[in-house]
Structure formats: C-alpha cells, structure tokens
Nanobody
Framework: QVQLVESGGGLVQAGGSLSLSCAAS????????MSWFRQAPGKEREFVAH????????DYADSVKGRFTISRDNAKNTLYLQMNSLKPEDTAVYYC????????????????WGQGTQVTVSS
C-alpha cells in the first residue's frame, strides 16, 4: 500500500482559491491512479476528481468541473488539486486516495486514503 498525507487546506472567502497537495510514500506512486474526495458534515464522502497513472487523463464531478484542476508529479510523488472560484458548498474535509485502475468514482474502489485536510469557504 501507499501512505498519503494531505496539506494545504484552510479558510478562504467565496470566490477565492486554494491549492491542496497529497504527498505519497511507500509503494511506487506512479503505479496508482489517484483521486480527491470530500466529505461535508452529515453527508457521504463524494468524488471530486480523478487522474490516470501518467496524468494524461482526468475526470471531474460536475459540481467542480471548470473550477478545480487535478494534477500529479510522479517525480515528486505528489498529487495536487487547484481549487478556484470556491463556493461555500465546497466546504468539506478533502481526502486523497489511491486506486489500481482508471475510472474509479466510488470510495469503496480505493485501497489507500490520507487523513484529510479541512477546507472552509466563507460567504
């Protein structure tokens, strides 16, 4: 398995931007597809964005398409999420996760998770 540690969360006003990072260690980072999920209080964990092994292919939830960008640097074993035009409804704990295939949108399809980082967007 791979160990994952998120960073970069914080408090931002609506319309602002934040950049999240997820540092990986352990097994070879490039052998996993990666995703960002989020979970708001009282809600289920939901898919945000997904990226292929090399980074050539990405997939986004409709709610963040055009505002968020997922990327990865395999040389640095790091996953990123650039979040622009943030809305109060983006407030949640954000998690990075690793899977073995591309196209995984369900949390149960992921075998490794970080501890999460809080993102709060004020109105």
């Amino acid at each position: 398995q791979v160990q994952l540690v998120e960073s970069g969360g914080g408090l931002v006003q609506a319309g602002g931007s934040l950049s999240l990072s997820c540092a990986a260690s352990g097994r070879t980072f490039s052998s996993y597809t990666m995703s960002w999920f989020r979970q708001a209080p009282g809600k289920e964990r939901e898919f945000v964005a997904h990226i292929s092994w090399s980074g050539d292919n990405t997939d986004y939830a409709d709610s963040v398409k055009g505002r968020f960008t997922i990327s990865r640097d395999n040389a640095k074993n790091t996953l990123y999420l650039q979040m622009n035009s943030l809305k109060p409804e983006d407030t949640a704990v954000y998690y990075c996760a690793a899977a073995d295939f591309f196209g995984a949108r369900h949390a149960r399809q992921y075998h490794s998770w970080g501890q999460g980082t809080q993102v709060t967007v004020s109105s």
